[in-house]
């Protein structure tokens, strides 16, 4: 079984500094998807950023961006610039295809406070 | 386009009450699931559906039914509510063609309590 673990539950930045959130997760699959969730107090599941295992080159979206270690199993997300709207909870996800479903697993999330 | 729309927001039941959560998405995808979210454990798998008329348990199925007679909806049922039960669920939705990653959509979620 897939199991993702962010071993972060609460994390604080000031505003316009870096943060890095951690990802690790153990598979014996190849073929595989990571993705990071945001979940501001709305309580929406916003899709933040994706990666296909299969590619090196680290996806990067605006002020957001991964650093992919496979070999290591590790998947962080650093938030650039960090905004007082970035305020939410961050989830991992390991998206492992099957024949006829993509099947998700989810961290226990990482709580990110950004103070002005 | 709005996506996947969950009813209702908010509801508190008696232990031992029924009641239905609704789904509905409109961007014709095959695959829905339902998730329950609890402190620290984030999102677990209930059910999912691969198309209409196929559905299959997920890691969490116990105390809950689904079915999924149209693409467009996929109901989680709650036969006798428990206070175990009491979590925030989500219904979520993607594209099929497994392995090609793509992303699932969410609602906006059920905040469900059970006295």
């Known amino acids: 079984a897939q199991t993702v673990t962010q071993s972060q539950p609460e994390m604080s930045v000031q505003e316009a500094e870096t943060v890095t959130l951690s990802c690790t997760y153990d598979?014996?699959?190849?073929?595989?998807?990571l993705f990071w969730y945001k979940q501001p107090p709305s309580r929406q599941m916003i899709l933040v950023i994706r990666q296909e295992a299969y590619k090196q080159q680290n996806a990067t979206e605006n002020r957001f961006s991964v650093n992919f270690q496979k070999a290591a199993k590790s998947f962080s997300l650093k938030i650039s610039d960090s905004q007082l709207g970035d305020t939410a909870m961050y989830f991992c996800?390991?998206?492992?295809?099957?024949?006829?479903?993509?099947?998700?697993?989810f961290g226990s999330g990482t709580k990110l406070n950004v103070k002005p | 386009n709005a996506g996947v729309t969950q009813t209702p927001k908010f509801q508190v039941l008696k232990t031992g009450q029924s009641m239905t959560l609704q789904c509905a998405q409109d961007?014709?995808?095959?695959?829905m699931s339902w998730y329950r979210q609890d402190p620290g454990m984030g999102l677990r798998l209930i059910h999912y559906s691969v198309g209409a008329g196929i559905t299959d348990q997920g890691e969490v199925p116990n105390g809950y039914n689904v079915s999924r007679s149209t693409t467009e909806d996929f109901p989680l049922r709650l036969l006798s509510a428990a206070p175990s039960q009491t979590s925030v669920y989500f219904c979520a939705s993607s594209y099929s063609q497994g392995g090609d990653g793509q992303p699932q959509h969410f609602g906006d979620g059920t905040r469900l309590s059970i006295l």
């Open positions: 961007m014709n995808h095959e695959y």
């Open positions: 996800a390991f998206m492992k295809p099957l024949y006829n479903f993509n099947k998700f697993y």
């Open positions: 598979t014996s699959e190849s073929n595989y998807y």
